[in-house]
């Protein structure tokens, strides 16, 4: 499984973005797909995640703002990121974790918000 995000760049509070993550390789043996960030100076933080199944998960600082999806004909997830804030400002990680255990993640985004 290899991952590669793309979407990130600069925009103004409230503004909108969307971030894709195409999965090349068998996504047959994933199990859930999800989406994390990291700013400058902290860890790493999950955002969001989508199950197999289709449910989902969210942060708390994000929820009602960010809705995680897939396009399966694509076999692609993605992130779209409204009434965005200066705190959203962090380099975005797709990540897949296998029903054996093995995770991969791809190089990162980065998403700028200007206040």
């Known amino acids: 499984v290899q991952l590669v995000e793309s979407g990130g760049g600069l925009v103004q509070a409230g503004g909108s973005l969307t971030l894709s993550c195409p999965i090349s390789g068998t996504s047959f043996s994933i199990i859930v797909f999800g989406w994390f960030r990291q700013a400058p100076g902290k860890q790493r933080e999950f955002v969001a995640r989508i199950w197999r199944t289709g449910s989902t998960d969210y942060a708390d600082c994000i929820k009602g703002r960010f809705t995680i999806f897939r396009d399966n004909a694509k076999n692609t997830v993605s992130l779209q990121m409204n009434s965005l804030k200066p705190e959203d400002t962090a380099v975005y990680y797709c990540?897949?974790?296998?029903?054996?255990?093995?995770?991969?993640w791809g190089p990162g985004t980065q998403v700028t918000v200007s206040s």
């Open positions: 990540n897949t974790i296998q029903y054996s255990g093995q995770t991969a």
